[in-house]
Structures are given as structure tokens and as C-alpha cells.
């Protein structure tokens, strides 16, 4: 097996900032128009479409497209304020822009299906998906846009990633780069709306009730998601107590959250959704860039599986980039931190100018710039430094000269007294356990609000360690960096008192007790314009890494559910979505296990009944016992970075 190349960077935000925007608000008025017009698609249903082309005539320029759910605005004369953003980048270069409103959302007509799923055998005209209206937006702009050099690339965040995933599925031959960015992917197995068959609560309602509204026709307007009138999340949805009781206060109008209700297991209404089942049909010709955040809260899980699906099943030239970013934090802001954790350098701008920007330039212009680049670009957190990869699997990642770095599969086990170590447990009848009381829920964040937050990502875990319903293992302090990259595995023997309950296994990094940050880290925030300093105290903070939650009917299959039985030693295995991290000499590795994480996570009854028709008499406690001996070895496995000669 042919061994490929490690690149390490630092980043230099000096060198960065030298880069100053040519642009601003004057320059794009005076050297772009801004044209509105409806696209026809193949069955007669007409598009909004906004294009923004630069007036340079003297020579053809690429097209670059935006589909999106969330709006095109502003509509009419003025321009969206690209000036303010990274897309400034693709302006300078005269790139014709455009923003089209999907299918069924604002200006665009006909009727929106969420996550409408690909058709893979079309029959005519009316078999449309949004790779049939990719498709044909594609031929339009290249048969009617002056200028324009026949080449066209699709980038999108979100939503809109998954958009551009479906474009890369159209085959249309002009279309010759895709960025699907935090693509929505698997909306049952690891994104925005559940985790491993567990609803994921704030968002989906959030969601379900604001942006899953019917429109009564074209609008320009957004609809308003249903206002609690409330600070406190945590109260508010404990009070209301049932999804039954949420899905009343919605109404019987609003179809998509009346599908996930009638949709509890993963069937092939979620299969059907599940972008990752078609990729072989991007073809050879259209090159992939998918990206994501190693701390997106809505979608941690689809650009891993993205990537990976692609890798597996179709022969495009497929690249990755991972960064310490919340959900788009690298076309937001500089990404110097999250939260209270600080990266050591803009991330973000590095990604934009470095990155994507020579991604489509290589393929909509011709550059020869992909040299600088390998197959995956992952910026770790922990320390501040890039790896550079030409592959990203379980195994083999890549080798530096002269040493390989391979990944080695290591176990932490959980030991009696809260002790984590890579002992195997020798003896009989250890094991910890907790009450896990559906009307005392653990919180998912200290914090009092209602918006679910980005930060609570990397949030100091130290408020959960405190609660009696959440076991706490931790290693020693260590004595050398240890580098993570790759899946988490949580392998947990486990006997509960009643027939269900979920299972949230959380990785953190403990810092030392005196740590601090260097009083002098300020930064000037590229875009924003404002200087920021670290303030949160650090010394003992507990940074969450990862973690994720299972529910634990769905511990063997996630099609077919399965109660537990009391008492019986059970075992609960599943994997996290990959981390990229590194744990400095003198941190400590923390593993935390807890049975709620409120309201981020709904409740789980504990019995198995069906949790969406499930009344208040039906939540109980239970008693929930993790095992830790020679039979039952509870254990994570981790994907240590090793350098061997």
C-alpha cells in the first residue's frame, strides 16, 4: 500500500491579514449587475434565479451557484451584501453569482418536499428531484448567461449542502466542481434532527414550526417559528412534557413534523433521505470538496459520512476539510474560537482563501494550484496545527517522511473509584450506577436561554460532572500529547431497571489546573471589525470533544427497535462522530455517561412505548448500572495517531 504525504502548517494570522480585500460596496455596484429571472424546469415549474455578473467583457467567466430554501433576499434591484463576506473572494476573480431560490420556497413556484429524495430510475418529465432541477438550471445559465466560460461549480452550507450534493448527482457534463458544505445527509442517523433514532428536540421544533409553515403562495417573506415567550428552554419544554403535547400546540398544518411522528424507526421513509444510498452517480468528471465542522451542531455527522460514502462508491477526485468550526463557522468569521476555546490563528480565513477558493479555480478556470493541496485537510483542535492528508479512513491515514503515522485502535476502560486506563479490568461485581429521572433531566448546558447554542460543543462539561445522575472516569495527567483521529467507539455493558433508556457518552478534555491564556491574545476580528480577548477562567475546564447520544432501543438496528430486559447485562455499542484532537501533556482524558441531555435530546420514557404518543404516566425512572469488570469491560476505543520508523 503506497504510503502518502503529511504536511504540517502553523498558522500565521499576520501573513493572512497582509491579504486585504480589493472589494467593497462601491467596487460591486460599479462592476457587477444584478439580473432577476425564472428558470423553467423540464415539468413547466419556473425557478427565481438571481445572477450576478461581473461587466468585464474581455474575457469568459465560471459560474458559480447557490440553491437555496432559506431565501434569495434582497429581491428587486438591490444586491445581497457579498461585500461583507468571504464570497468577495469570488468577485474579485469575476465570477458570475447565482442565488436561486429551491423549488417551492419564496419566489420559486411549485410545491417543496423536505429532503425530496433522488429518483434513481427517471422515467420522463414529471420523475423530477432536485438533480433534475440542478440540471436544468445548469443548461439554462450556460445556453443564456453572456460570458460565460461553460463551466459551472454549486457550493452550499446546510441545507444548501445538501443541494449542492444533489447538483453533483444531476450529471450535468458543464458542471465541474461541488462544495456541499455541514450537508444535511442522514436527517435519522447523525443529523440536525435526530441521533441515532433520538430526537433531537430544540432543533427539529424549531425548525418544524418556523421554516416547515406552508406558504399560501410567492413571498418574499419568512415564516415566524412559534414563539413560547420564554427565556429558559430547559423549563419550558419540561413543562410541556410530551412530543404529543408539542405536536397540539403546532396544529395539524405542518406535514414534515407530522411525517417524523408517523416515522419513529429508521424505514424507508428515512432511507429514502439518506443522500449517502446514490453518490455513485456523481460522475468521474465532477470533483467533490466536502467540508465541515469538528463542532457543528447540526451537522457533525453528514460531512464525515459524505466524504466517506463517496470515497466507497463513486471515482471523482473527493476531498475533505475539517475544521474547529460550529456549524459554518468558516464562511462566518474568522475562526480564531469557539466559544471559550481559542484556535491560535484564523482558521477560517485560512480555509476560504486557501482552500475552496483554489478548489474552484482549479476546476472553473484551469489553475494548476491543486498541487497544494492533498485529498483532506484537517485542522485538529488542541493544538494549532494542519495536517494534510492523502487519505481518511479507519486505518491508514498518512506518513511523513521519515516516520509513518498510522492509527492504532487503543482501549480506555472504565475502572472502580472513577479511574480511565488502558488496564483491562481484572476482577468480579464492579460497576457504578445512577437514577435517571425523566422530570430532572441533565441539562445540556449550564447556560439559561432558549436558542439552542453552537458553543455548547466545546462548553465546560464541570456542571455535569457535579450531578449524581452522571458517572465521571478519567485518566491520569498525561505525560505526552496524545492525538486523536477518527471514529470514538463507547463499548458499554450495561443493566437497566426498566425496558429503555439512552446512553450519551461524552470525550473531554480536562485542562490543567493552572492553565491560562496568554493575557495578550487579542485579535481584530477580520470581518467584524472587533477585537476579542479570552476571558472564561481555563484552569480545570472540562472542553467537550464529542459526544453523542444512542437510544437504547435502537442499540442493534436502528430499522427495528428492541426493549431492553430489566436487570440483564446488555451491551451498548456505537460509534461518535470522528474527532481530530489532541490532548497536550499535562491535560487529562475525561469520559462522562449520562441518560439525558434536556432539551437538546427529548426524553426517553424509559419504557418502551412509542415515544411520540407517549403520555406523562408512561415516564419513569430508572436505575442505570454501567459495568466495569472482567466480564463486562466497559470500555471507548480510540484512534491514536502513531508515528512508527
Not at 475546564?541 to 435502537?554: C, D, I, K, N, P
Request: proline letters at 6%.
Amino acid at each position: 500500500m503506497k504510503l502518502p504525504h503529511l504536511l504540517i502548517f502553523i498558522f500565521l494570522p499576520q501573513l493572512l491579514f497582509a491579504q486585504t480585500r480589493a472589494a467593497d460596496s462601491t467596487w460591486v455596484l460599479q462592476n457587477y449587475t444584478k439580473t432577476e429571472t425564472y428558470i423553467p424546469m423540464r415539468d413547466g415549474i419556473k425557478l427565481y434565479t438571481a445572477i450576478y455578473q461581473p461587466k468585464d467583457s474581455k474575457e469568459k467567466h465560471p459560474i458559480l451557484i447557490n440553491r437555496t430554501p432559506f431565501s434569495c433576499t434582497p429581491y428587486g434591484a438591490d444586491f445581497q451584501p457579498m461585500w461583507s463576506n468571504y464570497w468577495i473572494n469570488y468577485l474579485n476573480e469575476n465570477y458570475i453569482i447565482v442565488v436561486q431560490d429551491v423549488r417551492g420556497r419564496y419566489m420559486s413556484e411549485g410545491e417543496f418536499v423536505n429532503v425530496r429524495p433522488y429518483i434513481e430510475h427517471k422515467k420522463g418529465k414529471k420523475d423530477i428531484d432536485e438533480s433534475t432541477d440542478a440540471y436544468d438550471t445548469i443548461d439554462w445559465l450556460i445556453k443564456h448567461t453572456e460570458n460565460n466560460n461553460g463551466k459551472v461549480g454549486v457550493f452550499g452550507i446546510s441545507y444548501r449542502g445538501f443541494y449542492a450534493t444533489m447538483a453533483a448527482l444531476s450529471g450535468h457534463p458543464a458542471l465541474k466542481a461541488v462544495s456541499p458544505q455541514a450537508p444535511v445527509t442522514d436527517w435519522y442517523a447523525g443529523d440536525d434532527f435526530h441521533h441515532n433514532g433520538a430526537l433531537m428536540l430544540m432543533d427539529v421544533f424549531g425548525f418544524c414550526s418556523g421554516f416547515a409553515k406552508p406558504r399560501s403562495g410567492l413571498t418574499t417573506q419568512s415564516p415566524k417559528a412559534f414563539d413560547f415567550k420564554s427565556d429558559d428552554a430547559y423549563n419550558t419544554y419540561l413543562n410541556i412534557n410530551t412530543i404529543d403535547s408539542l405536536s397540539k400546540l403546532l396544529g395539524d398544518s405542518i406535514q414534515f413534523w407530522k411525517d417524523i411522528c408517523a416515522h419513529p424507526d429508521y424505514d424507508i421513509f428515512w432511507q429514502a433521505r439518506n443522500v449517502c444510498n446514490y453518490v455513485q452517480h456523481i460522475p468521474d468528471g465532477c470533483a467533490t470538496l466536502v467540508v465541515g465542522g469538528l463542532y457543528d451542531a447540526e451537522d457533525c455527522y453528514g460531512a464525515w459520512a459524505l466524504y466517506k460514502a463517496i470515497e466507497q462508491k463513486a471515482h471523482n477526485d473527493n476531498r475533505l476539510v475539517m475544521g474547529p468550526w460550529a456549524h459554518g463557522q468558516w464562511a462566518k468569521d474568522s475562526g480564531y474560537n469557539l466559544g471559550n476555546i481559542w484556535m491560535g490563528g484564523p482558521t477560517s480565513i485560512f480555509y476560504q482563501q486557501d482552500i475552496e477558493l483554489l478548489f474552484f479555480q482549479a476546476h472553473l478556470k484551469g489553475y494548476n494550484v491543486l498541487y497544494k493541496l492533498n485529498e483532506c485537510t484537517i485542522l485538529s483542535s488542541g493544538s494549532n496545527t494542519g495536517y494534510q492528508f492523502s487519505k481518511w479512513d479507519d486505518t491508514l491515514l498518512s506518513a511523513s517522511l521519515p516516520k509513518a503515522t498510522i492509527i492504532i485502535n487503543n482501549n480506555l476502560y472504565l475502572q472502580a473509584q472513577g479511574k480511565l486506563s488502558s488496564r483491562q479490568p481484572q476482577g468480579f461485581g464492579s460497576f457504578d450506577y445512577y437514577l435517571s429521572d425523566p422530570s430532572k433531566p441533565v441539562p445540556y448546558t449550564e447556560k439559561v436561554g432558549f436558542n439552542r447554542t453552537k458553543e455548547y460543543m466545546t462548553d465546560d462539561q464541570r456542571f455535569a460532572a457535579r450531578r449524581p445522575d452522571v458517572l465521571v472516569y478519567q485518566t491520569d495527567t498525561l505525560t505526552a500529547d496524545l492525538q486523536l483521529a477518527g471514529p470514538v467507539i463507547a463499548d458499554l455493558f450495561t443493566s437497566i431497571s426498566t425496558t429503555d433508556a439512552d446512553f450519551i457518552v461524552k470525550i473531554i478534555d480536562v485542562f490543567p489546573d493552572n492553565f491560562n491564556y496568554n493575557d495578550d491574545f487579542t485579535y481584530v476580528d477580520y470581518y467584524k471589525s472587533r477585537q476579542q480577548k479570552p476571558t472564561y477562567p481555563m484552569g480545570g475546564y472540562q472542553m467537550l470533544v464529542r459526544a453523542e447520544v444512542m437510544r437504547g432501543r435502537y442499540r442493534n438496528s436502528l430499522e427495528k427497535p428492541e426493549p431492553f430486559v430489566p436487570e440483564e447485562v446488555t451491551e451498548v455499542k456505537y460509534a461518535l462522530p470522528d474527532v481530530s484532537h489532541v490532548f497536550k501533556k499535562g491535560h487529562r482524558l475525561m469520559v462522562q455517561i449520562q441518560s439525558s441531555w434536556f432539551p437538546l435530546v427529548d426524553r426517553n420514557p424509559q419504557k418502551f412505548v412509542n415515544i411520540y404518543t407517549a403520555q406523562p404516566e408512561d415516564f419513569v425512572r430508572s436505575t442505570i448500572t454501567i459495568h466495569h469488570d472482567r466480564e463486562h469491560p466497559s470500555h471507548i476505543t480510540l484512534p491514536i495517531v502513531k508515528e512508527v520508523n
